[in-house]
């Protein structure tokens, strides 16, 4: 909450006029306690009110024709994909299932249709996201649906295939390490669906884990992660963790350090732990001190650090694919917007894709000339 907080107040500072939506918006007082100048706050998925308190703040002219489009509020050439709410999980840090409640799939049919739309509308890359896009189509038994009039099961892998016939880039958000997973990866290897998986560990501790109440073991993890490699060796796992949890040793951060020198993931983010109003975590004994987590936060950072400049060097001669965000800036099947790195070059028109030969990299982007 104290990075969303920070967030908004960057935002401020930058532009003076801010609207908060999201999980934190429907925290009442949260925000406004903090930031009482910020323009408007509403909660989850008010596009409808994001886009009242814009038009109040900033009217527009009435245009008859784009005035019966609907809003897309990322750039013309990706989008996110949502294909369920809520989550089955209860982990004991996040209060995601008391607010928007158990797991609900859209109907396949119904996703399917939204994501030929956007493709048709000139989207190159769709952004599957949900709580827990590995239990898609659980909640309804992967129920039989439609896709172009044939019949296709409400599951990931259906999904998937369906996605990957498109012709645009399809990325995976929050995906847990089930067993299924396994099925997407041939996928990957054949150039259907990007080489990508963002998959939120948290931590590598079994005793944390259990606290946590998250659905996997370090060691079957790590088995599963060289299982993906050796059927799709250019696969990026993009992964996020927490320090200073609630009883965290040093002992359990060791382990969490053991784990990500084996495991050797390619994009990596890290926080401290920060209580959340309504949390079960906030219950638990033996509170991690600020300082120790922040420092251990910042040793983990620092050796991840070092294993994405090495995994980032690897790439320098290689001809990557690229998508152009904007002139000079764009995105390999490694990045995925606003949180990854980026590869740099001169020229390109948003929207396009470019090939890009790598000359040199650091810990986070990559640099180089188009061909």
Same mark, same amino acid.
């Given at each position: ?18 609207? @908060? ?8 007082g949260?925000v406004?306690?903090?930031?009482? %100048?910020v323009l408007?706050?509403t ?7 994001v ?8 009217p ?25 709410e809520?989550?089955n999980?209860r ?6 299932p ?8 859209? &109907? ?5 249709? *939204?994501?030929e ?7 190159r *890359? ?18 039989t ?6 019949p296709?099961?409400t /599951?990931?892998?259906?999904l998937?295939?369906?996605l ?6 399809? /990325? ?8 299924h ?19 939120p ?6 005793r ?5 109440? /998250?659905?996997? %073991? ?6 599963r992660?060289r299982?993906?490699? +050796?059927?799709c ?17 040093e002992?359990?951060?060791?382990q969490?350090?053991q784990?990500?020198? *084996?495991?050797?993931?390619?994009r @990596? ?5 920060? &209580? ?18 922040? *420092? ?11 294993i +994405? ?7 320098i001669g ?8 904007e ?5 390999? %099947? ?11 070059f ?22 180089g000339? /188009?061909?």
């Amino acid at each position: 909450m104290e990075e969303s907080l920070d967030a908004i107040g960057e935002a401020l500072s930058e532009n003076g006029k801010v609207i @908060v939506t999201g999980c934190l918006g429907a925290k009442e007082g949260v925000v406004a306690k903090v930031h009482p %100048s910020v323009l408007a706050i509403t909660g989850p998925h008010d596009t409808a009110g994001v886009m009242q308190a814009v038009h109040q703040h900033l009217p527009k002219p009435h245009d008859p024709y784009t005035d019966l489009i609907g809003v897309k509020l990322t750039p013309p050439h990706y989008a996110y994909l949502k294909i369920s709410e809520g989550c089955n999980h209860r982990c004991t840090f996040c209060i995601i299932p008391s607010m928007r409640g158990d797991l609900v799939s859209r &109907p396949i049919g119904e996703v399917a249709q *939204e994501a030929e739309n956007l493709v048709k509308a000139g989207v190159r *890359e769709l952004l599957v996201v949900s709580q827990d896009t590995s239990a898609y189509g659980v909640d309804v038994k992967y129920r039989t649906g439609f896709v172009g009039g044939k019949p296709v099961k409400t /599951r990931m892998l259906d999904l998937c295939r369906a996605l990957g016939d498109l012709g645009a880039w399809v /990325r995976l958000h929050y995906v847990y390490p089930y067993p299924h997973v396994d099925d997407i990866i041939p996928l990957m290897a054949q150039g259907r669906i990007l080489p990508y998986l963002d998959v939120p560990f948290q931590h590598a501790s079994p005793r944390i884990l259990k606290l946590m109440k /998250r659905p996997a %073991s370090a060691e079957k993890v790590l088995e599963r992660v060289r299982k993906w490699r +050796s059927i799709c060796p250019d696969i990026t796992i993009r992964s996020t963790f927490i320090t200073g949890f609630p009883g965290e040793t040093e002992e359990d951060f060791s382990q969490l350090m053991q784990f990500i020198e *084996e495991a050797q993931l390619d994009r @990596v983010g890290c926080f401290a732990y920060s &209580p959340v109003q309504g949390a079960a975590a906030n219950g638990l004994p033996d509170p991690v001190p600020e300082d120790v987590k922040e *420092e251990r936060k910042q040793r983990f950072m620092l050796r991840q650090q070092e294993i +994405s400049r090495n995994k980032l060097q690897a790439k320098i001669g290689k001809t990557l694919k690229v998508l152009v965000d904007e002139p000079g800036v764009g995105r390999s %099947s490694a990045d995925a917007p606003e949180i990854d790195g980026v590869v740099r070059f001169k020229g390109g028109k948003p929207g396009e894709f470019v090939s890009v030969t790598i000359d040199r990299a650091d810990e986070h982007d990559l640099y180089g000339r /188009r061909l």
